[in-house]
């Protein structure tokens, strides 16, 4: 299960909470939530620090996401490897 909270909003920017594990199942909710507020012009900033899993689907999202406006944030270890891994800087 992945929980996505909305932390804070402004005009500008949006911060996400993510909390559980990104996979196959989840990726398209994310995927989906993130594309929704960059339709509004809203940078998009990802805190991974409760992030317990994510699977090649998940890396795939994410890595997906416009990096310009996306920012991963506080993510473990082992998923700033997998993001890295799959071509994510």
């Known amino acids: 299960m992945l929980k996505i909270t909305t932390i804070q909003e402004s005009a500008s920017d949006?911060?996400?909470?993510l909390e559980g594990k990104i996979?196959?199942?989840?990726?398209a909710l994310l995927d989906?939530?993130?594309?929704?507020?960059?339709?509004?012009?809203?940078?998009?900033?990802?805190?991974?620090?409760?992030?317990?899993?994510?699977?090649?689907?998940?890396?795939?999202?994410?890595n997906n996401l416009p990096q310009k406006h996306v920012t991963v944030l506080s993510a473990p270890a082992f998923v700033?490897?997998?993001?890295q891994i799959g071509g994510r800087s």
């Open 14 to 17: 949006v911060l996400l909470k």
């Open 80 to 83: 700033q490897e997998l993001l």
């Open 32 to 62: 989906g939530e993130c594309r929704s507020y960059l339709r509004k012009r809203k940078a998009v900033y990802l805190d991974c620090s409760h992030v317990e899993y994510i699977d090649a689907r998940g890396v795939e999202v994410v």
């Open 23 to 27: 996979t196959e199942q989840w990726a």
